[in-house]
Structure formats: structure tokens, C-alpha cells
């Protein structure tokens, strides 16, 4: 069986926060805002898989009403959902990504951010791609006032 999973994130952008993608810290003076880390990226990701996986959804997994998963790293929490997603017996075939952000440019970090996610999955970065796109100084990305991301999967089983 084959089957694909989109998955979506946005969070407002704002100071006192770090700005994390794919389980890495990139230097900025915002960062996201949100229940967890805010990473983004890792919950665009963990949407995609779950949806492919038909196994539910990061916010039937991670309810951000319950104060557990304040501040909780959004790279643990994706390790849990892999956990059960391999015990079902998916395999990752392949993960596109975009992120939508305007500064800091992303390509200096993109390498180190594939191979993060790669880890956390547990496949070669090869299998593993991620691309960014600038909101062309429109907001709220192009003003820097959010961070966006999109994440498509293949899985079979």
C-alpha cells in the first residue's frame, strides 16, 4: 500500500523566542510562538506522516491545552509518533518540504536541517528535501511577523 500525507503549520513570529526548524536553532531575533517549541517545520512534518499513516492528527497526539506540552521539543515529539507509526508497519519513502520565511535566509542551513530530520526519522537524507521560499516583503511572512511551513509524504506499508 502506498500513500501520501500533506501537512501545514504557521506561527506568528515574535522576540524572547528562538526560531527552530527541522530541530535546528537558526539565528534570529524572533522566534515562534507557540505552545511547544513552535517548531514549525517538524509539525508540518508529523502531520504529513500521521495523515499518510491514517493514525490521527499532532493535535490528537499532543492537545496544546494540556500543560505538558509547553515548551516540549517538537523532535521528541515526533520521535513518539514515529515510534508508532514504524510499530504499524509504514516505511518513509520520501518528505518534500517548504517553509515559507523571510528572514533568515535559509539556505546556508539547509543541509544541516535535512540531516536533522533525517535523524529524527531515522532515514538517509537523501529521502529527506527541503526548500524555502520568501513571502516577497507581503506580510505576514514577507514582513517577518510569521513562519510557514508545508510537508508532503510518501509512505508505503
Same mark, same amino acid.
Given at each position: 500500500? =502506498?500513500?501520501?500525507? %500533506? +501537512?501545514?503549520d504557521?506561527h506568528?513570529?515574535i522576540p524572547?523566542?528562538k /526560531?527552530i526548524l527541522? +530541530? #535546528?536553532? /537558526?539565528? !534570529?531575533?524572533?522566534?515562534?510562538?507557540?505552545?511547544?517549541?513552535?517548531?514549525?517545520?517538524?509539525h508540518?512534518i508529523?502531520?504529513a506522516i500521521l495523515g499518510?499513516?491514517?493514525?490521527?492528527? =499532532?493535535?490528537?497526539? !499532543?492537545?496544546?491545552?494540556?500543560?505538558?506540552w509547553?515548551?516540549a521539543?517538537?523532535?521528541?515529539l515526533?520521535?513518539?509518533? @514515529?515510534k508508532?507509526?514504524?510499530?504499524?508497519?509504514w516505511?518513509?519513502e520520501? /518528505?518534500d518540504?517548504?517553509? /515559507? %520565511?523571510?528572514?533568515?535566509? !535559509?539556505?546556508?542551513y539547509?543541509?544541516?536541517?535535512i540531516?536533522?530530520?533525517?535523524?529524527?526519522?531515522?532515514v538517509?537524507?537523501e529521502?529527506?528535501? #527541503?526548500?524555502?521560499?520568501? +513571502?516577497e516583503k %507581503?506580510?505576514?511572512?514577507?514582513?517577518?511577523?510569521?513562519? =510557514?511551513?508545508?510537508?508532503?509524504?510518501l @509512505?508505503s506499508?
Amino acid at each position: 500500500m =502506498i500513500r501520501t500525507g %500533506l +501537512g501545514y503549520d504557521l506561527h506568528r513570529l515574535i522576540p524572547g523566542r528562538k /526560531l527552530i526548524l527541522g +530541530g #535546528v536553532e /537558526l539565528p !534570529f531575533e524572533k522566534g515562534e510562538d507557540g505552545h511547544s517549541d513552535g517548531d514549525v517545520l517538524l509539525h508540518a512534518i508529523t502531520d504529513a506522516i500521521l495523515g499518510a499513516s491514517g493514525l490521527g492528527d =499532532i493535535g490528537s497526539f !499532543f492537545p496544546p491545552e494540556e500543560p505538558q506540552w509547553k515548551d516540549a521539543d517538537s523532535a521528541e515529539l515526533l520521535r513518539t509518533v @514515529m515510534k508508532k507509526v514504524y510499530a504499524a508497519g509504514w516505511k518513509i519513502e520520501n /518528505l518534500d518540504c517548504v517553509i /515559507l %520565511l523571510e528572514k533568515p535566509k !535559509f539556505i546556508p542551513y539547509r543541509q544541516q536541517v535535512i540531516n536533522s530530520i533525517a535523524a529524527i526519522l531515522q532515514v538517509e537524507p537523501e529521502q529527506v528535501f #527541503v526548500k524555502a521560499k520568501t +513571502g516577497e516583503k %507581503l506580510p505576514p511572512v514577507g514582513t517577518s511577523d510569521a513562519v =510557514i511551513a508545508y510537508a508532503s509524504c510518501l @509512505m508505503s506499508k
